[in-house]
């Protein structure tokens, strides 16, 4: 019998918890944007006329077709991340593609229609060099993989290994290309470097050396960079010391030493410093390449030379002149250049590869975006029309990881950007008033001024949302008659307001390439999006919401510290997270490497919250530095604590204002990095709010938790890893006085671990060596059956430590990231926000995991529902919060409070993006979609008639009973 | 380090030993006074000191000497000099000004056998507001925290009650003498998933069920006598009523 009343409790309390998604709302608050990240190879299906493909390799090892008429992913696949998944090489024939993946680790060749793998072949170790379609009789049949030390030829259609040859002297020569003119051999190069050239030819049908020659070479430092193959197997090389070509062919067996053609013959000069590039075009792996080549000179100088008789003849000089790239379409090969055409455009024109004469009517503009970067590839795109002549799209791919894709006249069909597939960190800001709101408001704000006028102004401001009111109803009698499908609210930055329960936000995003952007996070469209240029390329970035919308009439302000991981030297940048402007508040200077910030409550004048920055030479910065800013730290300096974390030497130290803006060190803890190393500091968020100050047990007695809002949750390794040895500490230190509150070790543990620290509990996973499972494990801190001082909390007046209860369960899949919900009251019981490899996010009811659910059941713990023990933590597919949308790769979540208490936003990135809204505790101040408004009203109704009825009735009864 | 002993052994045998100690969680097993006086020094001491300046700038002087004793349980002993007249009213002017009471040790390892394989270097510091100590008339809690491997990677001290009211403090009586609590804090086991228990338990249910076969009966298997019963039943009053019908048709 109990235990019937177990499984009946568990049900229930599962009834109470169980929230998923209806069929019928998906989509409908949640959208989720798919990425590729920078693109490393694109490849044009150039296959049949009809095709829409563009087969796309990036450095987030993702390979992907894309729709090249909408920008849309076909399909994608996402490898590991790192060296091993790792894109080496993209080739593509008729409907293969193959490609190298993992250093040369494998070799895939995939169908390209609907991705899907045709074969896969394991190669030998070795670091990987080149690789290369190679044809025989005009037919392509087989993919080349050169190596370190070794060349293997595998059959395309089937990927097995034909031959696989130890390359000659591989330990001294340095080969990295490889080519194949379709006349049966392989030719391998290599190079010794300032000495000479290696050539070594292969026979296709058994892998035997042919011929190996060696060829003075004493200029040369690097093979792959400056050199390529053109015309009927000619080697050609540049050199920006000796400014000469030099040419060199691959079959010959006379010509023993590279003949030197020196630029100045051609009138041409190498810019300075610049290395120059070589640009050949092999149309047909099964044919020679063309004779035609491009050489850049400098950034903005290309030139088309044609080898021609063994002599060098200039075609065309693009001067100036960004980028250019070779396409084919049949048989005519074409050359795409792209010139610069003013400030803020570039032209883009077409001409014929081997005459250099300009095709007619061809040109493309290309509008640079003013908040974006310089574009730094181009993609060809070209198809013959109807009349025979050459038609080309292009794909321009800028420094800010912007794709865009034109066609003539310079229409953009699309444009992605690839810049959020990597995203750093973000907040959630609320959107401004609408006008008439803010007029209001604005009432507010001003000083009285007799009462007249101030009668007058509202008034006027009344009339004015009366105007605004009979807008809205007309524009609703509007749009209720056109059909359904046509009303569609674009969002656009003019008419961004905050809606009635504040749903609708501004996602501020921070990438790693350094572009910001503002997104809707209803519709999630991209609003507004800055690049800054020149960021270094491991820069931590710390976004800071200095001022929220809430402060009408000053604009709300974001403050981005873009610090350089290696000298800690930071920058700050100021902008408004509505509209994406700069800021013009002039920002201090940061001449010393930034150690940490503080944001404190204190405000200025304008609203704007006072950020300490703390240099490493405990030195304070205050931003904004106003009189009224440092008047007001100098009354509370001495209430100003901030915390450091030295993590190389294990040491926390904790630190106090002085009146001067100098510090001084008051406490120190220091972990021996012997033992074990500090991997993570966290503390609470700071706009968390705890509704109830403790817990109603059973006995109707309430256990009053433990709210430091000062607690810092600090997360160690060991330093030993074997796998008896290995622990994982948990600290959990006061960052006013330094006093450790509760120091435990999770035995035969290891990292990573991830971990969510809020009101007083710290949920954290971490691997358990032992028994090689994730485990969760929850410490909750109570006060105790009484409160020291329930009216305020100081951490330097709390003597008596914390009861602390911890509880530890197996969690059975692997974990990504771990964030908790946010309500604005906090009412809402919380949940745990799981990120799975799988894509998954889990949304896990907290009740799960607390430190008192009871090995027995008791009627307390019953009264109090709680969970009885068990050690598994359930996984529900229904808790799945974004059901088949996965998130690949995800590496954070983000939640923040919406104006519904039930209502939390939650926002998960990583490699794509999804935007959905969660209800830990269900909505329960949300009336349902289908609640029945007919039925309650004629209810009502019902009753309002009834009564009046009934009451005439007794009315005409009282007064014939008076009357007889 | 021996000079430190030295002092620490003249400062127990000479001055009025005011210390108090309390057993701490699981790993202190406190001693009374009257067995400290006995124990063989085969344990190692540590300065502990003190700074309390109206400028607040740290000068830290010799307030007293912890005693550790090796073995399982770390036990710690507090010697403590009384304040003198000096100090009282140093404090007492740092405590108007709201000013900080700081303590602090060297880093040692608790291990004896480690002493000597690594010597300290920096220390660990703690503050208490010099008002809190002056109004709870000197009772403090000075708590270390080791971890795993015994070395010391913190100090807290606290004052019971730890408030700032304003109280005018009687002096020469209540602030002479520290009234300490002196503990040291091990790090404490995280529970690992209790899977033994649980399995013991779903155990010892079906244990339970197994032991009352009449629950796992099937519903024919319990009633089937009334089932027979009830068509036994049925069928005699079929057969009962057939009879007059198959009696007429005889006839």
């Known amino acids: 019998m109990a235990w019937l009343v177990l499984r009946l409790a568990i049900s229930v309390s599962l009834l109470y918890t169980a929230s998923a998604v209806f069929e019928d709302q998906v989509g409908k608050f949640d959208w989720r944007q798919q990425f590729i990240g920078k693109v490393r190879f694109a490849l ?56 190298v993946v993992g250093n040369g680790r494998l070799l895939r060749s995939w169908e390209t229609t609907v991705g899907g793998l045709k074969w896969e072949a394991v190669l030998d170790t070795g670091s990987f060099q080149a690789a290369a379609l190679v044809g025989v009789q005009d037919f392509v049949k087989y993919v080349a993989v050169l190596k370190q030390s070794a060349i293997s030829l595998h059959d395309l259609s089937s990927g097995n290994q034909i031959w696989v040859e130890n390359l000659p002297d591989s330990d001294t020569v340095q080969y990295q290309t490889i080519y194949s003119g379709g006349n049966g051999l392989v030719f391998v190069l290599g190079f010794v470097p300032n000495s000479h050239i290696v050539i070594v030819e292969y026979k296709i049908e058994d892998g035997e050396i042919m011929k190996k020659k060696s060829v003075e070479a004493a200029w040369m430092s690097s093979l792959e960079n400056s050199c390529a193959v053109i015309s009927s197997g000619i080697l050609l090389c540049v050199d920006q010391i000796t400014q000469s070509l030099y040419t060199l062919p691959l079959q010959s067996a006379e010509q023993t030493e590279m003949r030197q053609i020196h630029l100045q013959t051609l009138d041409l000069e190498v810019a300075s410093g610049f290395q120059p590039v070589l640009t050949s ?35 065309r000089d693009f001067n100036p002149s960004y980028l250019a790239a070779f396409a084919t379409s049949g048989e005519k090969t074409v050359a795409a250049v792209m010139s610069p055409k003013n400030d803020t455009a570039c032209s883009i024109n077409l001409f014929s590869a081997d005459t250099g004469r300009r095709h007619l009517d061809t040109t493309i503009i290309y509008h640079m975006d003013p908040n974006g970067g310089k574009p730094n590839r181009l993609y060809v795109h070209a198809f013959l029309k109807k009349d025979d002549s050459v038609g080309y799209r292009v794909m321009v791919q800028t420094e800010d990881l912007t794709l865009t894709f034109l066609q003539q006249p310079g229409r953009v069909v699309w444009m992605r950007e690839e810049a959020l597939a990597d995203v750093v960190t973000m907040e959630m800001v609320d959107l401004p008033l609408t006008g008439t709101q803010a007029e209001l408001e604005g009432e507010f704000g001003k ?22 009111w009979m807008a809205h109803l007309w524009k609703l009698f509007y749009d209720a008659r056109k059909p359904r499908s046509s009303v569609k609210n674009e969002v656009t930055i003019d008419t961004l307001s905050r809606d009635e329960f504040n749903l609708q936000k501004m996602m501020v995003m921070v990438t790693a390439s350094g572009k910001l952007f503002g997104i809707d996070s209803k519709s999630g469209t991209i609003l507004w999006k800055q690049y800054l240029q020149d960021i270094q390329p491991n820069s931590i970035f710390k976004l800071i919401v200095q001022r929220t919308t809430a402060h009408f009439p000053h604009p709300p302000q974001c403050t981005l510290l873009i610090k350089d991981k290696d000298t800690g030297l930071g920058s700050l940048y100021v902008f408004n997270p509505i509209f994406g402007k700069k800021s013009h508040i002039s920002v201090p200077a940061l001449p010393r490497p930034v150690l940490q910030t503080l944001l404190l409550p204190v405000i200025d004048q304008d609203y704007a919250k006072v950020l300490l920055l703390i240099d490493d030479q405990y030195k304070v910065t205050a931003f ?10 100098q009354d509370t300096a001495s209430s100003i604590f901030f915390y450091l974390v030295d993590s190389s030497q294990g040491k926390l130290s904790g630190f106090r204002l002085r009146m001067d803006l100098s510090t001084e060190l008051i406490w120190e803890v220091v972990i021996p990095t012997e033992v074990q190393k500090i991997v993570a500091v966290k503390g609470k968020r700071a706009n968390e709010h705890v509704h109830s100050q403790g817990r109603v047990m059973g006995d109707r007695s309430v256990l009053y938790k433990y709210l430091n809002p000062n607690l810092l949750a600090v997360i160690t390794e060991s330093t030993d890893t074997h796998q008896e040895r290995s622990f994982v500490g948990i600290f959990l230190i006061d960052g006013v006085t330094g006093r450790i509150v509760h120091e435990a070790v999770q035995r035969k543990a290891r990292g990573p671990v991830h971990f969510v620290h809020s009101e007083n509990w710290v949920v954290y996973v971490y691997w358990n060596s032992k028994f090689r499972r994730n485990e969760f ?32 369960y197996i969690f059975p899949a692997p974990i990504s990231t771990l964030e908790a919900t946010l309500t ?15 894509g998954n996010i889990l949304s896990l009811p907290k009740m799960f995991l607390d430190p008192r659910r009871p090995e027995v059941v008791s009627e307390q713990s019953r009264e109090e529902n709680l969970i009885p023990y068990a050690p598994e933590m359930p996984i529900r597919t229904e808790w799945f919060i974004n059901y088949n949308q996965t998130v690949s790769r995800v590496r954070g979540i983000y939640t923040a409070p919406s104006g519904l208490e039930s209502t939390c936003l939650v926002v998960a990135y990583g490699l794509d993006i999804y935007q959905t809204r969660v209800f830990p505790s269900k909505q329960f101040d949300v009336l349902k979609d289908d609640y029945d408004y007919v039925l309650i009203s004629s209810v009502l109704f019902g009753l309002f008639f009834a009564t009046m009825i009934s009451k005439r009735l007794a009315e005409v009864k009282l007064l014939n009973r008076a009357w007889r | 380090m021996a000079t430190i002993r030295a002092l620490s052994l003249i400062l127990s045998v000479l001055s009025i030993i005011t210390l108090l100690w309390t057993q701490s969680g699981e790993c202190n097993n406190g001693r009374r006074l009257g067995d400290a006086v006995d124990t063989d020094f085969s344990g190692f001491s540590v300065p502990l000191e003190h700074s309390f300046e109206v400028d607040d700038v740290p000068r830290f ?18 010697s403590q000099n009384q304040l003198s007249e000096k100090d009282r009213t140093i404090l007492k002017d740092v405590a108007a ?25 920096g220390y660990l510091t703690a503050f208490v507001r010099a008002c809190s100590l002056v109004e709870s008339h000197l009772s403090d809690v000075i708590t270390l925290h080791t971890d795993v491997s015994g070395y010391v990677i913190g100090i807290s001290i606290v004052t019971i009650p730890g408030s700032c009211r304003g109280i005018e403090v009687e002096d020469e009586v209540d602030l002479e003498v520290f009234n300490t609590t002196i503990s040291v804090v091990a790090p404490v086991t995280a529970p690992a998933p209790e899977t033994a228990p649980y399995i013991e338990r779903m155990e010892q249910e079906m244990e339970k069920k197994g032991k009352n076969p009449q629950e796992q009966k099937s519903f024919f298997a319990k009633y089937w006598y009334l089932i027979l019963g009830g068509a036994v039943f049925l069928m005699a009053t079929s057969s009962a009523q057939t009879p007059p019908g198959g009696a007429r048709e005889q006839s």
């Open chain 1, 44 to 99: 044009f299906d150039t296959h049949s006329q009809a095709s829409k493909k563009l087969l796309v390799a990036t450095d987030n090892n993702v390979f992907a077709s894309l729709n090249s008429r909408t920008g849309d992913l076909f399909w994608r696949h996402v490898d590991k991340t790192g060296p091993e998944g790792h894109i080496d090489a993209l080739l593509m024939y008729g409907q293969d593609a193959v490609v």
């Open chain 2, 97 to 121: 000004v709201d000013g900080l009471y700081r303590i602090r040790v060297p880093r040692v390892s608790l291990q004896v056998d480690r002493q000597t394989e690594r010597q300290s270097e």
């Open chain 1, 447 to 468: 000083k009285a001024d007799g009462l007249l006028p101030m009668v007058l102004k509202r008034l006027s401001s009344q009339f004015i949302l009366l105007q605004a």
């Open chain 1, 624 to 633: 904004p530095s106003t009189k009224n800013v440092l008047q007001q730290l």
């Open chain 1, 281 to 315: 075009t092999q149309p047909n792996p099964a044919q020679p390449p063309l004779a035609e080549f491009f050489l850049q000179l400098s950034p903005d100088h290309h030139i088309l030379l044609q080898l021609k008789d063994g002599l060098i003849a200039p075609l």
């Open chain 2, 61 to 78: 002087r010799l307030r007293g000497a912890l005693q550790f004793r090796g073995g399982r349980e770390n036990s710690v002993y507090l």
């Open chain 1, 777 to 808: 494990s929850v410490l909750e801190l109570f006060e105790g059956a009484e409160l020291y001082n329930s009216t305020v909390f100081s951490s330097l007046d709390r003597p008596h430590p914390p009861q602390v209860l911890q509880q530890s």
């Open chain 1, 824 to 838: 604005e009251k906090g009412i809402t019981s919380r949940h745990l926000l799981v990120g799975l490899p799988s």
